[in-house]
C-alpha cells in the first residue's frame, strides 16, 4: 500500500484500532484494581503462610526457569535488534532491516530499560506482595498507580515488560503477513504473562503491575512504530519523514552507531542482570557458649528483620531468611 496522506495520518486505519486498544485496556485496568481486591486475592494463590518459605512454588522448576530466562530474553532482544540493524548497514537491498533492527532495540531500552526500570521501578515505592502486612510482611498495601513511601520496587514488573516485547512481530509484520504477525502478538502476551506468574509466585509483583508493565511496554512500542519511526512511511517511501535530518549522512552514520552501542549495552545489561536467590539458615544452642548470653543484637543495614520469641526448652536460638539479588550468571551468593 503507497501512501497518499502524511506519514502519520495515511496509517490511522492501523494505529487507531491499537490506540483505542490501549486506552480501553488501561482505564479497564485501573477501574478494576481501584474498586476489588484481585490484587490481593491474585497474590493468595501462591502464598503458604504454614509452610517454612511462604512462597513456596517460585521454587518449582517451571516456574524458577521463568525468573532465570529474563536476562537472557533481554539479550535475544538486543541480538535480533542488533543483527537486523547490522545486515541493513551491510547491504542495501535489506536496509529496511536498519529501522527495524533500532525499532526494536529503542522498544527494549526506552520501554524496561527507562521508563520500567529506571524511572518507575526504582523511585514508585510500591512494596511488593512479601513486603505488606497481609502477606507477614509490615508495609501498607497501595494502588498501582499511586505513589508510595515504602521504598519497594513491586510496580511495575521488569521482567515480564521484556516477555511482552517478544510481540515486536504484531507490528513489523502485520500489513505484509498478519497470520505470522498475530502468532508474534500471542507469543509476547504468552510470555510476558508466563513470566508475571513466575515473579508473583515469588510474592515480587501484584498481578496488577504485571498488567501495567506490558500496557507500558506494548504502548512504547506502538508510539515508536507509528509516530516516532514512522516505520509503515518508510516501508512505503513517503518523503515527508524527517528530510533535514535523513539527508545529513553525519545523522545518519551517528544515528545507527548509536544504536548499534545501544545494543551491546542492553546485551551485557541484560547479562549482568541475572537474578540469585539464596536461602539461610542458622541454629545453635544457648549450651554452646561458656556463659549463658543474656543478650542478643541483631545489627541490619538493609534488611527486613522480624523476630519471633518461643519459649523452646532446648534453649536454641535459629535465624532463617533469604537473600535475592542480580549479578552475572557465574556469580554465586556467599555468606562469611
Not at 191 to 220: C, E, K, P, Q, Y
Not at 241 to 269: K, M, S, T, W
Request: overall charge positive.
Amino acid at each position: 500500500m503507497i501512501a497518499t496522506g502524511g506519514p502519520v495520518s495515511s496509517y490511522r486505519r492501523f494505529w487507531i484500532p491499537e490506540l483505542v486498544t490501549l486506552v480501553v485496556l488501561s482505564c479497564a485496568t485501573l477501574i478494576l484494581f481501584a474498586v476489588s481486591d484481585l490484587d490481593i486475592a491474585a497474590a493468595r494463590w501462591f502464598y503458604h503462610p504454614q509452610l517454612p518459605d511462604p512462597w513456596p512454588v517460585a521454587s518449582e522448576p517451571l516456574w524458577n526457569l521463568f525468573y532465570r530466562s529474563a536476562p537472557w530474553i533481554t539479550g535475544s532482544l538486543a541480538v535480533a535488534g542488533t543483527t537486523a540493524l547490522i545486515g541493513g548497514l551491510l547491504k542495501k537491498e535489506a536496509r529496511a532491516f536498519r529501522t527495524y533492527g533500532l525499532f526494536i532495540l529503542l522498544c527494549v531500552a526506552i520501554g524496561p530499560g527507562l521508563i520500567v526500570n529506571g524511572i518507575l521501578k526504582d523511585n514508585w515505592g510500591r512494596a511488593r506482595p512479601r513486603q505488606i502486612v497481609e502477606f507477614g510482611g509490615r508495609h501498607e498495601y497501595t494502588q498501582p498507580l499511586v505513589p508510595a513511601s515504602a521504598h519497594g520496587k513491586s510496580f511495575p514488573c521488569g521482567h515480564c515488560s521484556v516477555g511482552y516485547l517478544y510481540a515486536f512481530g504484531w507490528w513489523l509484520l502485520r500489513r505484509r503477513h498478519p497470520k505470522i504477525a498475530s502468532l508474534s502478538l500471542v507469543t509476547g502476551l504468552t510470555l510476558g504473562t508466563m513470566l508475571g506468574f513466575g515473579r508473583m509466585a515469588a510474592g515480587g509483583h501484584f498481578l496488577s503491575d504485571n498488567i501495567w508493565s506490558g500496557l507500558i511496554a506494548l504502548g512504547v512500542a506502538h508510539t515508536l512504530y507509528y509516530y516516532i519511526l514512522r516505520i509503515p512511511a518508510r516501508e512505503d517511501s513517503v518523503s515527508t519523514l524527517y528530510p533535514l535530518l535523513e539527508r545529513d549522512r553525519r545523522f545518519r552514520i551517528a544515528a545507527f552507531a548509536g544504536a548499534a552501542v545501544l545494543g551491546v549495552g542492553i546485551l551485557i545489561g541484560g547479562v549482568v542482570a541475572s537474578p540469585h536467590y539464596l536461602d539461610l539458615h542458622y541454629r545453635t544452642r544457648l549450651s554452646n557458649y561458656p556463659i549463658k548470653p543474656e543478650l542478643i543484637e541483631i545489627t541490619a543495614g538493609r534488611l527486613d528483620v522480624e523476630l519471633v520469641l518461643i519459649s523452646d526448652e532446648r534453649e536454641r536460638v535459629e535465624s532463617s531468611g533469604a537473600i535475592r539479588g542480580f549479578g552475572l550468571p557465574t556469580n554465586d551468593l556467599q555468606v562469611h
